[in-house]
T-cell receptor, first 114, second 113 residues
Framework: NAGVTQTPKFRILKIGQSMTLQCAQD?????MYWYRQDPGMGLKLIYYSVGAGITDKGEVPNGYNVSRSTTEDFPLRLELAAPSQTSVYFCASSLGTFSNQPQHFGDGTRLSIL | GNSVTQMEGPVTLSEEAFLTINCTYT??????LFWYVQYPGEGLQLLLKATKADDKGSNKGFEATYRKETTSFHLEKGSVQVSDSAVYFCALRLQGGSEKLVFGKGTKLTVNP
């Protein structure tokens, strides 16, 4: 059972480039989340989804977009990369629907923008 | 608003020492409380949780009790090991809706042999 899989693990981008961070889960979870982790700042929620076709903004959504066309996948897109988006990005999923189950996290994508 | 405050790190202990990492929260309603652990180069893993007042979560020798009167969820372990070296995050989840987590800033623990 793979759990939550994120790709790539590392990436370096130039300012202005775009890229998509991939996230897939095989646990049939309804809810999925994207966080960014900056040093000494904990995790901040970027976007989340409570089911296929439904997405909503979190605490720090500016500069990012998401889609949720299937239950399994929840890609995060950076359209115009900026140095402020240098961070470690974590995807998470949970069963949701008031199941009282915890979130499961992927191993993260370390992104540097130069 | 909803927030979590953890003690500042880093924390450095010798093996077999007693560990306490303080966590207090501010929330509307009745949140569930969690401790997550992050080992170097890895994602977050759930360590323990408590869903209502006076619940005690425990796992791998770690414990935390949900104290509604003091809005706290302090993490404790009686005897730490080198393998416990990691970053520990306290988090709350509000009831209902999207089940979003609100995290503290994390506390880095280093245990020396």
């Amino acid at each position: 059972n793979a759990g939550v899989t994120q790709t790539p693990k590392f990436r370096i981008l130039k300012i202005g480039q775009s890229m998509t961070l991939q996230c897939a889960q095989d646990m049939n979870h309804n809810y999925m989340y994207w966080y960014r982790q900056d040093p000494g700042m904990g995790l901040k929620l970027i976007y989340y989804s409570v089911g296929a076709g439904i997405t909503d903004k979190g605490e720090v959504p500016n500069g990012y977009n998401v889609s949720r066309s299937t239950t399994e996948d929840f890609p995060l897109r950076l359209e115009l990369a900026a140095p402020s988006q240098t961070s470690v990005y974590f995807c998470a999923s949970s069963l949701g629907t008031f199941s009282n189950q915890p979130q499961h996290f992927g191993d993260g994508t370390r992104l540097s923008i130069l | 608003g909803n927030s979590v405050t953890q003690m500042e790190g880093p924390v450095t202990l010798s093996e077999e020492a007693f560990l306490t990492i303080n966590c207090t929260y501010t929330a509307t309603g009745y949140p569930s409380l969690f401790w997550y652990v992050q080992y170097p180069g890895e994602g977050l893993q759930l360590l323990l949780k408590a869903t209502k007042a006076d619940d005690k979560g425990s796992n791998k020798g770690f414990e935390a009790t949900y104290r509604k009167e003091t809005t706290s969820f302090h993490l404790e372990k009686g005897s730490v090991q080198v393998s416990d070296s990691a970053v520990y995050f306290c988090a709350l989840r509000l009831q209902g809706g999207s089940e979003k987590l609100v995290f503290g800033k994390g506390t880095k623990l280093t245990v020396n042999p």
